[in-house]
C-alpha cells in the first residue's frame, strides 16, 4: 500500500510565499515522476509543475519565474516553493506521484490536497 501526504498550504497575503510539501510512503520499489496540480471550483485540475526523476522540470506558464518544484528521491519527497504569489493561485493544490510499488502495477497516486489562499 501507497500513501501520499502533502503540507503547507495556508493563507498568504499577495506578494507572499508558501512551500508546499508531500511525502510517499509504503511499499515502494521507485518512482518516476513527481508533480502539483492545482484546482479551483467549477474548473478542471490543472497542471503547476512536474519533475523527472532525473531532476527535469516542466511549470504551467502562469507560475514560471514564480514557482520552483524539487525532489528527494532519497526521502521520496517532493516540494513546491511559491513565491511571489497571486490571488489567481488560489486553489487546492494536489500532490501526484508515479509510484512503482514492490508488488503489483506502477499506478498515480495522488494527496488528499492542500488548499492554498491568497488574499488581503
Known amino acids: 500500500q501507497v500513501h501520499v501526504v502533502e503540507a503547507g498550504g495556508g493563507l498568504v497575503q499577495p506578494g507572499g510565499s508558501l512551500r508546499l510539501s508531500c511525502a510517499a510512503s509504503?511499499?515502494?520499489?521507485?518512482?518516476?515522476?513527481m508533480g502539483w496540480y492545482r484546482q479551483t471550483p467549477g474548473k478542471e485540475r490543472e497542471l503547476v509543475a512536474i519533475?523527472?526523476?532525473?531532476?527535469?522540470?516542466t511549470y504551467a506558464d502562469s507560475v514560471k519565474g514564480r514557482f520552483t518544484i524539487s525532489r528527494d528521491n532519497a526521502k521520496k519527497t517532493v516540494s513546491l516553493q511559491m513565491n511571489s504569489l497571486k490571488p489567481d493561485d488560489t486553489a487546492v493544490y494536489y500532490c501526484?506521484?508515479?509510484?512503482?510499488?514492490?508488488?503489483?502495477?506502477?499506478?498515480?497516486?495522488w494527496g488528499q490536497g492542500t488548499q492554498v489562499t491568497v488574499s488581503s
Open positions: 501526484n506521484t508515479f509510484v512503482t510499488p514492490t508488488s503489483g502495477v506502477s499506478t498515480t497516486y
Open positions: 509504503g511499499n515502494i520499489l521507485s518512482i518516476g515522476r
Open positions: 519533475i523527472s526523476s532525473g531532476g527535469a522540470s
